[in-house]
């Protein structure tokens, strides 16, 4: 019986002494010898088992750790995970310094693991040494110099910097009014991109529009005024659509030309019977607009289709896709407008004058 006691007192020992070794604390210091004044840290190391509770001593700044040594920081506690985060290893720095010259014993760091206390194995030493000072010339020795304060900040310079912007944001603005105005310029622009279409196309597209229109219930023969105005209308729109095309597609300006003119300058280009029939429908136009020439529906359907027939003939289809046209409008400034900028640039005058005193103040101050 006194053996099986024994031998469950000796495993009861054995695992306190497993569980002891379980955490280990360690300290180490920087420097062991400073001169007053100077600092240097103490490290504390904790090594425990994953999940266990430990609670490393904290000190408030500038409190002493024991007589002569001050505690100026106490650094937060860094964790290092081992054996696949079985173990962990805590770490923190206590930043320490002295004022008073002495070999200082620092007694070993205690910790508390899962409520038990642990302490380290080995104590530390710190010498704080003093400077050596030649009494026999007082001349050498000099009081602390007193606080010496900066010319200025970079915070004192953020606004004047600010408004310094904005001043020459509003002096670019003013200049730009005022030269606009001298110069009787127009103030605003807007652009439009207007995408440009192929001659024929446009032609056809102008044709469509007008057939659409024509195709309205008429009668045989235009036997009132407003028959011959419509009449009119449908022959003045078919043969701008035509000298329209001749002019972007053969280059020359046949919007400003005779019937005679166009047909001679289309000569060498085209076949005889295409200009028959190009000469037919212009001068029927010119009969119906300067003559009140009266005509049939069949006739205006006849050079409704020779149009349609001459564009179809000489019409480019390998013509590359041009570029948009842009174009350019402009609104003009009215007086009530130019008055208006009148006012804006004597504004923007004071308060570029504001701006630039308020500047200059702050500058003539920061730099005195």
């Given at each position: ?282 001068e029927t136009a010119d009969l119906v607009k300067f003559a009140k020439y009266s005509t049939e529906m069949t006739e205006d ?68």
């Amino acid at each position: 019986m006194t053996n099986r006691l024994r031998g469950i007192c000796a495993i009861i020992v054995m695992c306190a002494t497993c569980a002891h070794a379980q955490v280990t604390v360690n300290t180490k210091i920087d420097h062991t010898q400073i001169l007053i004044g100077q600092q240097t840290n103490i490290t504390l190391e904790v090594s425990a088992d994953c999940g266990q509770s430990v609670e490393m001593p904290t000190y408030e700044p500038w409190q002493e750790l024991l007589p002569g040594i001050e505690v100026a920081k106490t650094g937060d506690c860094d964790t290092t995970w081992l054996n696949d985060r079985k173990r962990m290893l805590l770490t923190r720095l206590y930043t320490v310094t002295s004022f008073d010259s002495a070999l200082y014993y620092i007694p070993p760091f205690s910790v508390t693991v899962d409520g038990e206390a642990f302490t380290a194995e080995q104590p530390l030493a710190l010498k704080v040494m003093t400077m050596e000072i030649d009494t026999t010339n007082v001349d050498a020795i000099f009081p602390l110099k007193g606080t010496m304060d900066l010319p200025y900040e970079a915070d004192e310079w953020k606004l004047p910097m600010r408004y310094a912007f904005l001043l020459a944001v509003l002096a670019l603005l003013l200049v730009y009014v005022v030269v606009s105005l001298k110069d009787n310029k127009p103030i605003i622009r807007r652009l439009r991109l207007k995408a440009r279409i192929a001659p024929h196309k446009l032609a056809m597209q102008k044709i469509e529009q007008l057939k659409v229109e024509r195709n309205r219930t008429q009668p045989e023969h235009a036997t009132t005024a407003a028959d011959a105005v419509a009449t009119k209308d449908y022959y003045t729109q078919l043969t701008d659509a035509l000298r329209q095309y001749i002019n972007e597609r053969y280059g020359f300006n046949a919007t400003e030309m005779t019937t005679q003119e166009i047909i001679a300058n289309l000569r060498s280009l085209n076949s005889e019977e295409a200009l028959n029939e190009l000469r037919e429908l212009f001068e029927t136009a010119d009969l119906v607009k300067f003559a009140k020439y009266s005509t049939e529906m069949t006739e205006d359907d006849r050079n409704l289709v020779n149009a349609i027939a001459f564009i179809n003939s000489t019409k480019q289809d390998d013509v590359p896709e041009q570029a948009p046209q842009e174009v350019t409008v402009v609104e003009q400034g009215s007086p009530t407008m130019r008055t208006t900028l009148t006012i804006v640039a004597a504004v923007l005058s004071v308060a570029a004058i504001a701006l630039i005193g308020y500047v200059g103040y702050r500058l003539v101050f920061l730099l005195m």
